[in-house]
């Protein structure tokens, strides 16, 4: 019965978290058509945030019904003259009033109002990611310690915080990227000797490996996650073979070739446990393509310290926000085609339950992480509207381009055929996507 109850609350906070985050994106999405459509003088006639039976509603001084709906799986703004809530259809409109609706519009107000709603949707990303820069803060460029964080029995911190990091056994470091590439040549042990400069004096005091194994992520949907491993968790050892750094947990996951692999696991204030995880095939990007290789859904969280951290300006954040975003479309536009040209497998392309299920996850894991993958989710399903498919945004910027090289729309009856297949494709992939999530592995 506590397993039940367990699942079902389980379901609930994911059902939950996945609402809440969608509703976000929809409505920045959807006020961004309303917005730029009403400034360029289009009257939408309704603004929905949900679908179905109508549950509270308020008509605003420019005559638009703004209202909540049963269904929270999206939402909607239709205009004058829509015959729908996709704007695929039109409808009769007053010659004295077809200015104001979206079919009777000059093209640049279309197009500028259809635009909107992606663009809105990559704009709420890069101030996401931007604010989390101004509120957390960068890395100092000079290596200098931050936090500590615990460290397991058998391994000797003598760092503190402060701390400016000169040389690792006797080998200067000058700044991150350098300290990174020693970490790399130097031997695996749990202590080396740290020069830091300390209070104004020079010092070399013992400290840990620059490169433990130390998780520092969890991704969703892994076996990681099944298994329960947490950041901040430390391996010890697989399979019974003690390991000294992170990259030496490749070789032991890539060797079980999807065998259960046994982890001995430190946890702070928990002590030592045996976790046992079944790693999954994946494709991962690399500087030629992609590689298919054995995962089981953890990153390295670098060191027991945090480097520390210097205030963010406002425009070196906004820049910041939006490397982070053009990341994500790049990465968006790289995956879709390497699955169309099949270097990666179908089973990369999730459904409507790993979204929610990964949405789930991020919640559970703070508020900060909820954050960051709604600014994620902002970005994808900006880029995902702009394909150019009838039925989503980028099928109507297509036919607009169409009107404007060819001097005049495209006939009715083409517009109704290409949209009718643009929702099959639209649907098909949903269906597609929630086949693999309750079928791949």
């Known amino acids: 019965m506590t397993g039940i109850l367990d699942a079902m609350g389980g379901f609930l906070w994911t059902a939950a978290a996945f609402v809440v985050a969608l509703s976000i994106i929809v409505t920045v999405h959807e006020y961004g058509h309303y917005i730029v459509g009403r400034l360029s003088g289009i009257k939408a006639e309704a603004f929905s945030l949900g679908f179905g039976p109508r549950l509270v509603s308020r008509r605003d001084r ?230 298919r290789r054995w995962l089981i859904g953890i990153t390295g969280g670098g060191s027991y310290f945090d480097p520390a951290i210097r205030p963010a300006g406002l425009f070196e954040s906004l820049g910041l926000g939006a490397a982070r975003t053009w990341d994500i479309i790049a990465s968006s536009v790289s995956g879709l085609w390497a699955m169309v040209t099949g270097q990666i497998g179908s089973c990369n392309l999730g459904g409507a339950i790993s979204i929610a299920e990964t949405t789930g996850q991020a919640a559970s894991a703070g508020g900060g992480n909820f954050i960051w993958w709604i600014a994620v989710l902002s970005a994808a399903i900006g880029f995902l509207n702009l394909l150019p498919v009838p039925v989503l945004d980028g099928g109507h910027l297509m036919f607009y381009l169409y009107e404007a090289v060819a001097g005049r729309r495209p006939s009715r009856r083409v517009v109704d055929i290409l949209s009718a297949l643009g929702l099959a494709a639209v649907l098909s992939l949903m269906v597609f996507g929630l086949t693999n999530d309750l079928f791949c592995p």
């Open 62 to 291: 420019h005559g638009t019904v703004w209202q909540v709906a049963a269904i929270p799986l999206g939402g909607y703004v239709r205009f004058l003259g829509d015959a729908d809530a996709a704007s695929a259809g039109s409808v009769p409109v007053d010659p004295a009033r077809a200015r104001q609706s979206l079919t009777g519009a000059p093209l640049w107000a279309r197009f500028a109002t259809v635009a909107a709603g992606p663009v809105f949707n990559f704009v709420l990303s890069i101030l996401v990611f931007a604010g989390m820069a101004l509120w957390q803060g960068l890395p100092v460029e000079a290596p200098q310690v931050g936090k500590l964080h615990p460290t397991p029995p058998g391994v000797e911190m003598r760092l503190q915080t402060g701390d400016r990091i000169l040389a690792v056994d006797g080998q200067p470091v000058a700044d991150w990227r350098a300290l990174g590439k020693l970490a790399e040549t130097l031997p695996a042990r749990p202590s080396h000797d740290w020069t830091v400069q300390r209070d104004g004096a020079e010092i070399t005091v013992p400290g840990p490996d620059p490169m433990p194994p130390l998780i520092g992520g969890v991704a969703p949907r892994s076996p990681a996650v099944a298994a329960g491993l947490a950041p901040g968790d430390v391996i010890l050892a697989v399979d019974g073979q003690p390991v000294a750094r992170f990259d030496e947990l490749r070789g032991h996951v890539t060797g079980a070739a999807g065998k259960p692999v046994l982890l001995r696991v430190w946890r702070p204030g928990q002590g030592e446990a045996d976790y046992t995880l079944i790693p999954r095939e994946q494709d991962l990007p690399t500087e030629t393509g992609y590689e």
